[in-house]
C-alpha cells in the first residue's frame, strides 16, 4: 500500500506540472478558458499544500534550514540589484547612438535555425515557434517541486532546497553581470536600447578617451598596442551629461548616466526597463532553466524531469530564434548552470543522509566489532542483536533528532508558529514571483 501511495504522489507533481504549463499555454489559445482555469489550478494546489501542513513531520529540519535560506536570499537579492546596476552601466556608457548604429554579430546559430525553417515541416516549425515555456514557468515549477516536500514527494527540508536554488542563482547572476560587463557586445536587436532606456546619445567621457578615438581606425589601434597609453584626444564635441544631486549615491551618476526626464531618484532607473539591450552573456533566462532543470532532476527524478529538459531545449532555441541571445549566451548558460549546481551539493543534497547515515555505521561497526565477534563466538544472539541495534540507533540520531518527551512540549507551538509563517511566507512569495516575472 506505502508503495501504491509512493506512486500516487510522484505522478501527482508531474501532472501538476504539466497542467500547470498546459492550463498557463492557453492564454495563447483560448484566454476565455485561462482565465477561468488558472484561478481554479492555484487555488486547489494551494488548498492541497495548506491541508498537509498539519501532517508534516520535518518542521524541525525546516527550522534548521531558516538561516540558510534566508541568507541565500539576501545573497541573491544583492547580486541582482549589482546586475542590474551593471545591465544599465554596458547599455549607458556607449550611448544610444552606438547601439542603433552597431551591427549584430554574426551567428551561425541563428542560421542554421532558419535553414531548418525552410527543411521541416510547417507543423514542427510551428512547434518549434510556440511560446510554450517562459521565465516565469520555470520559476513557478521550482517551487512546486520544493513545496511538494509537504507530500513527501521530494527530500525534506524545502528550505533546504530553496537556500540552494537561490544560493546558486546568486553565484551565477554575480557571474554573469562580471563577464558581461568584461565586454560590452552589441544586441541582437539594435533598436532595443532606444525603446527601453533613456540614456544620452552620446558616449560617456570615458569611452571618449578611452575607445572611440580607436574603435575604428587601424593604424590608432597598432599605435596603441605599441605605446599601452591613451593617446589620442577625444573625438567629437559633445555635451556634458545629467548631474542630479543623489547625495551618497552620486558616484552612480557615472555608471547610469540619467537624464532629467528620468526622475530625481537613482533607484527609479533600475526599474524602468525590463532587461538589458547589450548581449549580455550568459542568458539569465537560461540559466533559470537549467537550475530548475538540475533541482528537477536530482530531487525528483522521472519521466518529469526529461519533460522539463526538453523544455529548457525548447526554451534555448527560442532565444536565438527571436534575437533575444546568441546562440553562446545559451549554451554558456547550459553549462555554467549544470556546474554551478553540481558545486553547491552542500547546502542540500539527495544523498546526504544516507552518505552520513552509512559512515556512522561504519564507524560503529569498527568499535565494537570485537565485541561483535566474541558474541558471535559465544552464540550470544541477543548481545548480537543489541549491538546491530546500537549502530542503527547511533547512525540514525542525527538526522532524526534528539527530541524527547519531555522537550517536546515547550518547543511545539513555536514548531506551529514556525510552520504557519513559513507557509504564508512561501505562498506570498509565490504570488509575488508570479506577478512580478509574469512578463518574462
Known amino acids: 500500500m506505502s508503495k501504491i501511495r509512493t506512486k500516487i504522489r510522484i505522478g501527482g507533481l508531474g501532472i501538476a506540472a504539466i497542467s500547470y504549463i498546459a492550463i498557463d499555454y492557453l492564454r495563447h489559445v483560448s484566454p476565455i478558458w485561462h482565465e477561468r482555469l488558472q484561478?481554479?489550478?492555484?487555488?486547489?494546489?494551494?488548498?492541497?499544500?495548506?491541508s498537509r501542513v498539519p501532517f508534516y513531520k520535518h518542521w524541525s529540519s525546516e527550522l534548521r534550514s531558516a538561516?540558510?535560506?534566508?541568507?541565500?536570499?539576501?545573497?541573491?537579492?544583492?547580486?541582482?540589484?549589482?546586475?542590474?546596476?551593471?545591465?544599465r552601466f554596458v547599455t549607458a556608457v556607449l550611448g544610444l547612438d552606438?547601439?542603433?548604429?552597431?551591427?549584430?554579430?554574426?551567428?551561425?546559430?541563428?542560421?542554421?535555425?532558419?535553414?531548418?525553417?525552410?527543411?521541416?515541416?510547417?507543423?514542427?516549425?510551428?512547434?518549434?515557434?510556440?511560446?510554450?515555456?517562459?521565465?516565469?514557468?520555470?520559476?513557478?515549477?521550482?517551487?512546486?517541486?520544493?513545496?511538494?516536500v509537504v507530500f513527501d514527494s521530494v527530500k525534506a527540508p524545502g528550505l533546504g532546497l530553496g537556500a540552494r536554488y537561490m544560493f546558486t542563482m546568486a553565484v551565477g547572476r554575480l557571474l554573469r553581470a562580471v563577464t558581461f560587463a568584461s565586454t560590452i557586445l552589441p544586441s541582437v536587436?539594435?533598436?532595443?536600447?532606444?525603446?527601453?532606456?533613456?540614456?544620452?546619445?552620446?558616449p560617456h567621457s570615458w569611452a571618449q578617451t578611452y575607445y572611440v578615438p580607436y574603435s575604428s581606425d587601424a593604424t590608432a589601434i597598432r599605435q596603441l598596442i605599441q605605446h599601452d597609453v591613451a593617446?589620442?584626444?577625444?573625438?567629437?564635441?559633445?555635451?556634458?551629461d545629467h548631474r542630479p544631486d543623489w547625495g551618497s549615491m552620486s558616484f552612480l551618476i557615472d555608471f547610469l548616466r540619467p537624464t532629467a526626464s528620468e526622475g530625481s531618484a537613482w533607484y527609479h532607473l533600475l526599474t524602468a526597463a525590463g532587461g538589458g539591450c547589450n548581449d549580455l552573456i550568459y542568458s539569465g533566462h537560461m540559466f533559470v532553466a537549467v537550475l530548475t532543470a538540475m533541482a528537477w532532476t536530482e530531487a525528483y527524478g522521472g519521466w518529469t524531469s526529461g519533460f522539463i529538459w526538453a523544455l529548457v531545449i525548447h526554451s534555448a532555441q527560442r532565444e536565438v530564434r527571436e534575437r533575444h541571445h546568441y546562440s553562446v549566451d545559451c549554451v554558456v548558460a547550459i553549462y555554467v548552470g549544470y556546474l554551478l549546481w553540481k558545486t553547491t551539493g552542500f547546502i542540500w543534497s539527495l544523498k546526504d543522509d544516507a552518505s552520513i547515515r552509512n559512515l556512522k555505521r561504519l564507524l560503529k561497526l569498527d568499535k565494537i566489532q570485537g565485541q561483535l565477534f566474541r558474541a558471535a563466538k559465544d552464540s550470544d544472539m541477543d548481545k548480537v542483536r543489541n549491538l546491530l541495534n546500537e549502530i542503527e540507533v547511533e547512525s540514525s540520531s542525527s538526522s532524526s533528532g534528539k527530541s524527547g518527551g519531555k522537550n517536546e512540549e515547550p518547543t511545539q507551538l513555536a514548531m506551529w508558529l514556525f510552520a504557519c509563517f513559513t507557509t504564508i511566507f512561501s505562498l506570498t512569495v509565490v504570488f509575488l514571483a508570479f506577478i512580478w516575472t509574469s512578463d518574462g
Open 189 to 202: 536587436r539594435p533598436w532595443c536600447a532606444s525603446s527601453r532606456f533613456p540614456v544620452p546619445a552620446h
Open 67 to 87: 538561516i540558510p535560506f534566508i541568507a541565500s536570499l539576501v545573497f541573491l537579492l544583492s547580486t541582482l540589484l549589482f546586475e542590474v546596476l551593471t545591465v
Open 39 to 50: 484561478p481554479c489550478l492555484w487555488g486547489v494546489l494551494a488548498l492541497a499544500v495548506v
Open 98 to 148: 552606438w547601439h542603433r548604429e552597431t551591427a549584430p554579430l554574426p551567428d551561425p546559430g541563428q542560421w542554421l535555425l532558419l535553414a531548418l525553417n525552410e527543411k521541416l515541416p510547417s507543423s514542427i516549425v510551428g512547434i518549434l515557434r510556440a511560446r510554450i515555456i517562459g521565465l516565469h514557468h520555470y520559476l513557478m515549477l521550482f517551487m512546486m517541486l520544493a513545496f511538494s
Open 231 to 240: 593617446y589620442a584626444d577625444p573625438v567629437g564635441n559633445y555635451p556634458g
